[in-house]
């Protein structure tokens, strides 16, 4: 059992939040972990720290305070249980998946099973230890759903069934047309001349189209913007309560209000900011700080990108695609029948 699983086996039995060092004896105690580390509580709490800051909504723990772990009710799974795996091999998982690909795939995409191995092959990665293709095809589908939420954009790109590319193949591709590009500054311009009510009722409606259930919404406030709480229901099957910011700015959100919407959450509640602008560095480095919930940030340009998919203030025209037809077949007339 990994140390990880065993802190999460102690947690479940135990059915309260610990302070790491009591997990770490309970473990001990226990006879479901071993270790020759000379201060194995701060080890364990070091990995309930690590598995938090890597997966997010996704781990098995959440923290409740200083140096206390819980287990995390709310979880959004990812293809595989992140107890499963090792905490100290995923770090190197996004750099190998990313040499496999530029140096191994001749800008082709690769499943993720084929990539795990070769990087295996190359020593990219560990060959000790077991998981490894859900683990990295994991760690792929968290930077990619992390990075779009953010309005930025993932290294790699998602094929389905299992094929991974690399965003920079196709940059012209994914980045959409000019015309898609200069609607997205069109609607982000007329979100900010929009009057606050109908504001509301327009980001209110991305929110329901994007999964949003039971939504209430707090009156418009003083600083461009508004709250909005509710559970997103992922796959109808995995709800998670969430307490919305929503921020009507030209200017970019920082840490300090990443730290705000954090505190402002309640404890079974995960915290959201959704901006007309974009974060400073700063506040992506806060938004998964070690030991602390994350905090999921939606930029503007990924609010326009809601907005097009959905057809919130916008109008889908379609276009005539003319391609190449197979050749006519010849035409023969016989004798008799009425041809010159």
């Known amino acids: 059992m990994s140390t990880v699983s065993a802190a999460e086996r102690v947690l479940r039995d135990a059915g309260e939040p610990m302070h790491y060092g009591a997990i770490a004896a309970r473990m001990l ?21 690590a598995s938090i800051r890597r997966h997010g909504a996704a781990s098995p723990f959440v923290r409740v305070g200083p140096g206390i772990y819980g287990i995390n009710e709310h979880i959004v799974p990812l293809p595989i249980s992140v107890a499963e795996v090792d905490v100290s091999f995923t ?23 084929d990539i795990t191995a070769k990087a295996v092959e190359l020593g990219l990665v560990e060959a000790k230890g077991t998981g490894h293709e859900a683990a990295l095809y994991a760690r792929i589908v968290t930077d990619v759903h ?30 959409g047309t000019t015309e898609d590009r200069a609607t997205a500054d069109a609607l982000l311009l007329s979100l900010y001349e929009m009057e606050p009510r109908e504001f509301e009722l327009v980001l209110g409606q991305i929110l329901a189209e994007i999964g949003f259930e039971g939504l209430e919404i707090s009156a418009y406030h003083g600083d461009q913007g508004f709250n909005a709480y509710g559970t ?9 309560r969430v307490a919305v910011q ?4 030209r200017r970019t959100v920082g840490a300090t209000e990443v730290r ?16 007309t602008s974009g974060f400073t560095r700063g506040a992506f480095t806060e938004a998964n700080v070690a030991g602390a919930r994350p905090v999921s940030l939606i930029a503007g340009s990924k609010l326009a990108a809601l907005m097009m998919e959905h057809s919130i203030g916008v109008r889908r025209r379609r276009l005539d695609v003319f391609e190449p037809a197979p050749p006519t077949p010849q035409l023969s ?8």
Not at 104 to 109: C, I, L, Q, S
Not at 149 to 172: C, I, T
Not at 232 to 240: E, K, R, S
Not at 333 to 340: K, L, R
């Open 246 to 249: 929503v921020k009507r700015w």
């Open 232 to 240: 997103l229901n992922a796959a109808g099957a995995f709800p998670l």
């Open 146 to 175: 992390r990075a779009e939420f953010a309005g930025q954009r993932s290294r790699f790109s998602k094929l389905g069934n299992g094929l991974v590319g690399l965003w920079r193949w196709d940059r012209e591709h994914l980045d």
């Open 333 to 340: 007339f016989e004798a008799g029948d009425g041809s010159p």
């Open 91 to 113: 770090a190197a998982y996004l750099d190998a998946a990313e040499t496999v690909l530029a140096k191994h795939a001749g800008r082709e995409p690769m499943h993720y099973v």
């Open 29 to 49: 105690e226990e006879g479901l972990w071993e270790t020759t580390s000379a201060t194995p509580d701060t080890t364990v709490g070091g990995l309930i720290a």
């Open 260 to 275: 705000g919407a954090r505190d402002a959450a309640g404890v079974d509640e995960h915290p959201m900011i959704l901006t």
